[in-house]
């Protein structure tokens, strides 16, 4: 059974420019969250997908937003980069409410 | 919201040792997952513990809902178990894990 599948692993961007983060969660889950982390603020929660809504959103600024497809694919966005965007950012999905998170390997982005 | 505060921050442990993580937190909850972080970032889950005990090998969790902690365990340790171990609980109807801060094993040979 494949686990949770972040691309790409690694991305270098300029300060202002946009990017786009992808996540194929495990198959049949319908759950997809994005988590951010950083040395200073650790792992913090962005927002979380069930069935193409957005059903939870953590205190994150408008730039960040993100989408959830018909097949549970999810993407997160980040416009006009900071240099304090650069962190790990990690996608997790999960069978339902009472069920555990299972993580992928994450997006390392570095903002130049 | 919830508050999830993780101890030792850090801990050095000889091959062979034992040792035990707490985790506390707030408030009631719905999940409680045990992760450890490998040196490439990737959260493997431990334990999916809400409440109860669970065991894996050499590893085992246990906690007590009632009294807002969790314990995990790790027996004779090994130089693989080295890394950050994370704790992070769910309430009901967040739908969003709150982490503590970790806790950095480094298991020396």
């Known amino acids: 059974k494949a686990g949770v599948t972040q691309t790409p692993r690694y991305l270098i961007k300029t300060r202002g420019q946009q990017v786009t983060l992808s996540c194929s969660p495990i198959s049949g889950h319908r759950s997809v969250s994005w988590y951010q982390q950083t040395p200073g603020q650790g792992l913090q929660f962005l927002f979380e997908?069930?069935?193409?809504?957005?059903?939870n959103k953590g205190n994150f600024p408008g730039r960040f937003s993100g989408r959830q497809f018909s097949n549970s694919r999810s993407e997160m966005n980040v416009s006009t980069l900071e240099l304090g965007d650069s962190a790990l950012y990690l996608c997790a999905s999960s069978l339902g409410d009472s069920n555990g998170y299972t993580f992928g390997s994450g997006t390392r982005l570095t903002v130049v | 919201g919830i508050q999830v505060e993780q101890s030792p921050p850090d801990l050095i442990l000889q091959e062979g040792a034992n040792s035990t993580l707490r985790c506390n937190f707030s408030?009631?909850?719905?999940?409680l997952q045990w992760f450890h972080q490998n040196p490439w970032g990737q959260l493997i889950n431990l334990f999916y513990i809400p409440s109860g005990t669970k065991q894996n090998g050499r590893l085992s969790a246990t906690t007590v809902a009632t009294e807002r902690y969790s314990l995990l365990y790790i027996s004779s340790s090994q130089t693989t178990d080295s890394g950050v171990y994370f704790c992070?609980?769910?309430?009901?109807?967040?739908?969003?894990?709150?982490f503590g801060s970790g806790t950095r094993l480094q298991v020396q040979p």
């Open positions: 992070a609980v769910g309430d009901t109807g967040r739908r969003a894990l709150t």
């Open positions: 408030d009631s909850v719905n999940n």
């Open positions: 997908y069930f069935s193409e809504t957005q059903r």
